[in-house]
Each structure stands twice: as structure tokens, then as C-alpha cells.
């Protein structure tokens, strides 16, 4: 079963505009990591916030964890035509399941010239 | 570069008849993952191997689905026999655990399923 729900479901900005999306889970984690999967390609890791962090920068990435809330968002800066895809949180138990993920919902954002 | 290959990339086949899929994982690599993607239910774990040992199996539907690791360098996801609710976008991903450094997964490009 799904355990992340990403929101909004769909996303479409225009270019060089900011991207956020933003994703629940409903367990204690060990850390929560985004992918990105462009059409019909197989995920690709983003990034990884551990359940002990707040906030993470990769680039243009930002992610921030709120443990207590048990909610993550992903905002994508400066956006680009290249960065349309779905966007999935996946998250790792805190206990059991070794490196076990359990994948959201996903946003797929689209990115207008 | 290191990637995790599939094979076939695309397979069509008829309700009842068998269905292969293989993955290489990611020399080195110790997990080996297997999902299944729809529109309808998203991406659901199937099976999950370390060092070619089941760990967790859970998520496959046990009378038709069967998943081995032959050897380090090969894992198969066997189907038999196939139905038409089966159509999906399987993925093989690889990666090192455990431990949170080895957290990162690596995923195929998948094998997109059709069956008839």
C-alpha cells in the first residue's frame, strides 16, 4: 500500500518559476528520499533527508522534513522545461524492513517554455 | 557507467503463457528490488533480496509470481501463468544495504507487460 501521498497530484508552471510539492506519510521513518521518473524511464534518486534533518539542499533542490507532522516538501528553484516529470517521495521504515521502500502517489509537474 | 539493465524492454503476450523478466543489478550492489507500476495502483513493492536471500516477498501474488536471484548478477521475475491484470511496467532497482548510507536505489528502465 501506498504509504506517501504527494500534493498536488499534478503541477504546471511556467519556466523559471518555483515547483513545490509536497508529500505525507503515515509512519516513524528512518529517512524519506525523492525520485524524479521521466515518461516511460525508470526513477531516478534526487535526494535524501534523514528523519534527524530539516532541511537539505542539492542545486535547485530544496527539501525540508517535518518529523512531526510526519510531511516533506520538494521545491525545484529557477524551474526548467527539462525538469517536467513525476516527482515520488518514498520513505524507509524506522524499524524492520532494511532499506525497504515504500513509494507515494506522485506529482507530475510540467514545465511550460 | 553503472547501470541496472532489464530485459526484454517490452514484452506482449497472451493470457496463460509465461512471462520472463530479467535484471542485472549494479555490479557490487547486495539488494535487489522488484516493483510494479500502474496507473491504478502506482508503484508497489514486489519482492526485495539481499545478498540473493528473500527478505521480503510480501507484496507478490504467490500463485503466479516467483522471484529468484540465480546468482549476484542476475535476478528473474517469473510469471505463470499470466492474466491481463498483469499488464504493467515492472521495475528491477539495486542498491547497497544495509545501513542508511546504502539507502539510495538505482532503477532499471523497466519491462512494459501487455497481456492479451
Known amino acids: 500500500s501506498q504509504q506517501g501521498e504527494e500534493d498536488p497530484q499534478a503541477l504546471s508552471i511556467q519556466e523559471g518559476e518555483n515547483a513545490t510539492m509536497n508529500c505525507s506519510y503515515k509512519?516513524?521513518?528512518?529517512?524519506l528520499q525523492w525520485y524524479r521518473q521521466n515518461s516511460g524511464r525508470g526513477l531516478v534518486h534526487l535526494i535524501l533527508?534523514?528523519?534527524?534533518?530539516r532541511e537539505k539542499h542539492s542545486g535547485r533542490l530544496r527539501v525540508t522534513l517535518d518529523t512531526s507532522k510526519k510531511s516533506s516538501s520538494l521545491l525545484i528553484t529557477a524551474s526548467r522545461a527539462a525538469d517536467t516529470a513525476s516527482y515520488f517521495c518514498?520513505?524507509?521504515?524506522?524499524?524492520?524492513?532494511?532499506?525497504?521502500?515504500?513509494f507515494g502517489t506522485g506529482t507530475q509537474l510540467k514545465v511550460e517554455l | 557507467d553503472a547501470r541496472v539493465t532489464q530485459t526484454p524492454r517490452h514484452k506482449v503476450t497472451e493470457m496463460g503463457q509465461e512471462v520472463t523478466m530479467r535484471c542485472q543489478p549494479i555490479l557490487g550492489h547486495n539488494t535487489v528490488f522488484w516493483y510494479r507500476q500502474t496507473m491504478m495502483q502506482g508503484l508497489e513493492l514486489l519482492a526485495y533480496?539481499?545478498?540473493?536471500?528473500?527478505?521480503?516477498d510480501s507484496g507478490m501474488p504467490k500463485d503466479r509470481f516467483s522471484a529468484e536471484m540465480p546468482d549476484a548478477t542476475l535476478a528473474t521475475l517469473k510469471i505463470q501463468p499470466s492474466e491481463p491484470r498483469d499488464s504493467a511496467v515492472y521495475f528491477c532497482a539495486s542498491g547497497l544495504g544495509p545501513g542508511t548510507s546504502g539507502a539510495e536505489q538505482f532503477f532499471g528502465p523497466g519491462t512494459r507487460l501487455t497481456v492479451l
Open positions: 533480496f539481499r545478498n540473493r536471500a528473500p527478505l521480503d
Open positions: 509512519t516513524s521513518i528512518n529517512n
Open positions: 533527508i534523514r528523519s534527524n534533518e
Open positions: 518514498a520513505t524507509r521504515p524506522l524499524t524492520g524492513g532494511g532499506n525497504k521502500l515504500t
